[in-house]
């Protein structure tokens, strides 16, 4: 989660996660995001990204959004799509949240990365 108490700004690496062993061989299903404070004008968009060998690899074809007022995803007007051909994930591999549009007055940042072994 990002600070709740700060707002969000664009750019990317807003946060990390490193993919560990047990992890090794699941494939990204699903996504979603939520905010403390929603966004009073602007859609807050988020990308995920797959580092891996220091190469960063999009994971979705269309980006998470939040719409204006909301506070999760799940009701955004647009659903985030996972780009099957880089979905699956390998020991050591780095998770990087980029956030594209961070929207007016938005704070605090939470993901949820559901993972499947396929």
């Known amino acids: 989660m990002l600070d709740p108490t700060v707002a969000l700004s664009v750019g990317d690496g807003k946060a990390y996660f490193r993919i560990s062993e047990l992890l090794s061989g699941m494939k990204l299903i699903r996504v979603g995001a939520a ?3 929603a966004s009073s004008s602007g859609t807050p968009t988020i ?3 797959r ?3 220091g190469s ?3 994971m979705l074809l269309t980006k998470i959004t939040l719409d204006a007022n909301e506070v999760d995803s799940s009701t955004a007007a647009i659903s985030a799509v ?3 051909a880089n979905n699956e994930l390998k020991t050591a591999d780095q998770i990087r949240i980029d956030i ?3 929207g007016t007055g938005t704070k605090g940042l939470m ?3 559901e993972l499947r072994y396929m």
Do not use: K, N
Request: hydrophobic letters at 50%; zero cysteines; proline letters at 0%.
């Open 35 to 37: 905010v403390v404070t």
């Open 47 to 49: 990308q995920i990204a």
């Open 51 to 53: 580092i891996r060998g």
């Open 56 to 58: 960063a690899t999009d």
């Open 82 to 84: 996972i780009d099957s």
């Open 100 to 102: 594209d549009v961070a």
């Open 111 to 113: 993901i949820t990365l």
